[in-house]
């Protein structure tokens, strides 16, 4: 069986409604970057970024995966596929996915300052909530910048044995993702990119796939299932 690693970004779940960072109606125009998604940030003004992420998470109620999740899950049918994404929304696992590495965190999961705990959490967070555990204080489970990114032995493992590495969505703009297209085709793998116009990484892949990936990945998947 072909081994295929799946790289997603924000692209991936615009068509269902949720922003994209980068874009023109980015979710960055209303908030400055620096101020909701550092370490930094939560500590000088807490209650501004609970406010960010309780409004993103009650905001996964609404949406629903759309035409290029239910694909990449249909793929794990005829290959084996690794999903890895930068979204913290669980829109994969909604559309079949079997498992996902969530390697910037998940909203539906906040984790303890003091003991690391984490815990499955579909309501507003807010500072007196406490750790079920030990008591201590609360924070979304969220990798923000200056920290590091979840399940990257895993990642890296995977990177080296795929055959095909299909990367969905994204803008190439943050390190370590923008860095697994090198990575997979120095140890041999074939690399296709889908997204809505070229990318800070375009150059870097084999093939360039261009169009809304609702319809792209589809489309993709289906003529491949034949070839795999
Ligand atoms: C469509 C579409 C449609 C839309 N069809 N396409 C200087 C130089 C280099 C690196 C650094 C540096 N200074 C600091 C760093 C490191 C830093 C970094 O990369 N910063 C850069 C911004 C410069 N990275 C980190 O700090 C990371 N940690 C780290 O490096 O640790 C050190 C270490 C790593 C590894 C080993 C050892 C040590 C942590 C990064 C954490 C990122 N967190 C965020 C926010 C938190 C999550 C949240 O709140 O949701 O994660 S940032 C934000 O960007 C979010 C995303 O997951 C991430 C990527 O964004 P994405 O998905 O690419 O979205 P967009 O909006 O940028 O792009 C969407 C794309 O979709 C576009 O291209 C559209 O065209 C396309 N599209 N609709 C097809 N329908
Ligand atoms: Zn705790």
């Not at 109606?25 to 550092?38: K, M």
């Not at 994404?85 to 999961?109: C, F, I, Y």
């Not at 703009?173 to 120095?186: E, G, H, I, L, T």
Request: aromatic content about 10%; overall charge negative.
């Amino acid at each position: 069986m072909k081994r295929i690693f799946v790289l997603t970004g924000a692209g991936i779940s615009a068509p269902s409604g949720i922003q994209t960072f980068r874009g023109s109606d980015g979710l960055w125009n209303g908030y400055r970057v620096e101020e909701v998604a550092t370490p930094e940030a939560f500590d000088a003004n807490p209650s501004m970024v609970y406010d960010f992420y309780n409004a993103r998470r009650s905001g996964l109620f609404e949406v629903q995966p759309n035409a290029a999740h239910r694909a990449i899950a249909r793929l794990a049918k005829s290959a084996d596929v690794t999903v890895v994404t930068q979204n913290v929304d669980d829109l994969h696992e909604r559309g079949g996915a079997s498992s996902v590495v969530h390697m910037h965190g998940e909203l539906r999961k906040v984790r303890c300052l003091d003991c690391g705990e984490v815990v499955l959490w579909d309501t507003d967070l807010t500072s007196s909530d406490c750790c079920p555990r030990c008591q201590g204080r609360m924070r979304p489970d969220i990798v923000w910048f200056g920290e590091i990114p979840y399940g990257l032995d895993q990642i890296e493992a995977e990177l080296r044995r795929c055959d095909l590495f299909l990367c969905i969505g994204t803008s190439g703009n943050v390190y370590p993702a923008n860095d697994f297209v090198s990575f997979a085709k120095r140890h041999g793998a074939y690399a296709i990119e889908f997204n809505l116009e070229s990318t800070m990484i375009s150059d870097s892949f084999d093939e360039c796939v261009t169009g809304d990936v609702v319809e792209t990945v589809p489309e993709w998947v289906s003529q491949a299932e034949s070839r795999l």
